[in-house]
């Protein structure tokens, strides 16, 4: 993505396109596994941690990016694909290498159709497998 298409892409939901929004975005669009608070309060140690955490909220609620419960004990966040509205047919499967402890979108793989008993309705699915990263089970090997 070139500077642009940061803009763009906030602009697409919603949210004023501020120059620390803007820098808060990128640095999570260049994040090849998911993030918590405390790993973007570590990357940009610079930003107010209040900014932060406001910020990820607001981008929480406006679906640019989607939370992931990995089951560390602390929430991730993933920024979502263009045409995401984080409804249960956007939802993709999530991995957590119990290694290298990164959690991964597979944002290519979607949460397999479950046939509910009558009377239960899905709002919202969590799907996470855990095992080995393709980096972890190449040493592993
Ligand atoms: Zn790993
Ligand atoms: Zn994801």
Known sequence: MNANDYIERLKAREIKPTAIRLLIFKAMANQ???FSLSSLEDLLDT???STLSRTITLFHKKKLIHSIDDGSGSIKYSVCSPGCNCSINDLHIHFTCT?????????HIAIPKVQLPPGFVVQNEN???KGL???CSKIAT
């Open 99 to 107: 290694k290298c402890k990164r959690t991964f979108c597979l944002t």
């Open 133 to 135: 990263c393709n980096l």
């Open 127 to 129: 799907f996470v497998m």
């Open 32 to 34: 090849e596994e998911a």
């Open 47 to 49: 930003v107010d941690k």
